[in-house]
């Protein structure tokens, strides 16, 4: 099971008069379901990177869990560790989902100095489409690269408002050990091609146009058509295939907003 610890006498003491958020918890994923089940068993737990800190540590392992009476029988996937002086947490990554977040974090990283050039702003933050605040599903995890005027960084936030930094680390840290986590579980590291989606024409022109404005390049490719992974949110599905498209195909930065 997903644990949350944070260690703040005030908050416990204050936790009595102020009414519980009402944000649903986010859906746990398989992996973190067959840990917890009775009857599971960890099968494999092989440690693929470790990324430390002045504030924060992390320890990602590449876990295989087996059940005797479900189907399918065997379940993959990475458990991140987290904790920092104040807190603690746990994250479950389906098989699934690996290459989409190491592509994401790849993303990111290939963003980091256009981050730092781009903008005088003293804070800055690059994370992921589905985890802006405009989106009203709950994320197990976002992360993102940040830069404040004492630090810069990978940053990994929890839900329940755990905050995890890791300064001087870069995304790439974390997405290598995905990448080892996955080649252990023999998977290839390429998105598979998306089933197309439906969407309003007037949905798929602001995409499209985004998608030019930030690489103007897709402006001379033939053709071209926004798809998504089949995910909850599709708008936001088709904005990250289209950045990845552009960055696997022309070498340009795999990040931005629609």
């Given at each position: 099971?997903?644990?949350a610890t944070?260690?703040s006498v005030?908050?416990?003491?204050?936790?009595?008069?102020?009414?519980?958020?009402?944000?649903?918890?986010?859906?746990?994923?398989q992996?973190?379901?067959?840990?917890?089940?009775?009857?599971?068993?960890?099968?494999?737990?092989?440690?693929v990177?470790r990324?430390?800190?002045?504030?924060?540590?992390?320890?990602?392992?590449?876990?295989?869990?087996?059940?005797?009476?479900n189907?399918?029988?065997?379940?993959?996937?990475?458990?991140?560790d987290?904790?920092?002086p104040?807190?603690a947490?746990?994250?479950?990554?389906?098989?699934s989902?690996?290459?989409?977040l190491?592509h994401?974090?790849?993303?990111?990283?290939?963003?980091?100095?256009?981050?730092?050039?781009?903008?005088?702003?003293p804070?800055?933050?690059s994370?992921?489409?589905?985890?802006?605040?405009?989106?009203t599903?709950?994320?197990?995890?976002c992360?993102?690269y940040?830069?404040?005027?004492?630090?810069?960084?990978?940053?990994?936030?929890?839900?329940?408002?755990?905050?995890?930094?890791?300064?001087?680390?870069r995304?790439?840290?974390?997405?290598?050990?995905i990448g080892r986590?996955?080649?252990?579980?023999?998977?290839?590291?390429?998105?598979?091609?998306?089933?197309?989606?439906?969407?309003?024409?007037?949905?798929?022109?602001?995409i499209?146009?985004?998608?030019?404005?930030?690489?103007?390049?897709?402006?001379?490719?033939p053709?071209i058509?926004?798809?998504?992974?089949?995910?909850?949110?599709?708008?936001s599905?088709?904005?990250?295939?289209?950045?990845?498209?552009?960055?696997?195909r022309?070498?340009?930065?795999?990040?931005?907003?629609?």
């Amino acid at each position: 099971m997903r644990l949350a610890t944070t260690v703040s006498v005030l908050c416990c003491i204050l936790s009595s008069s102020v009414p519980a958020q009402l944000t649903p918890a986010p859906e746990p994923t398989q992996l973190e379901v067959w840990v917890g089940q009775t009857g599971s068993r960890i099968t494999k737990s092989e440690q693929v990177g470790r990324i430390d800190s002045t504030d924060a540590h992390a320890v990602i392992t590449a876990v295989v869990v087996e059940h005797t009476h479900n189907t399918p029988r065997r379940v993959r996937g990475i458990r991140i560790d987290l904790r920092n002086p104040s807190s603690a947490d746990r994250i479950y990554v389906d098989e699934s989902e690996l290459v989409y977040l190491k592509h994401q974090l790849d993303g990111i990283d290939c963003g980091v100095a256009s981050m730092r050039n781009d903008s005088e702003t003293p804070y800055r933050v690059s994370g992921i489409a589905r985890c802006r605040p405009s989106r009203t599903v709950p994320q197990a995890y976002c992360p993102a690269y940040y830069i404040t005027p004492e630090s810069e960084g990978l940053s990994l936030s929890t839900f329940g408002g755990h905050n995890f930094r890791f300064p001087s680390k870069r995304p790439s840290a974390l997405a290598n050990a995905i990448g080892r986590a996955m080649s252990a579980f023999g998977l290839d590291d390429k998105i598979p091609t998306p089933d197309p989606i439906e969407l309003p024409a007037s949905d798929l022109e602001q995409i499209v146009a985004s998608a030019t404005q930030h690489f103007p390049i897709l402006a001379s490719s033939p053709g071209i058509k926004a798809a998504g992974y089949n995910s909850r949110d599709n708008k936001s599905s088709a904005w990250e295939f289209l950045a990845v498209r552009a960055r696997r195909r022309y070498g340009v930065l795999a990040f931005g907003r629609l």
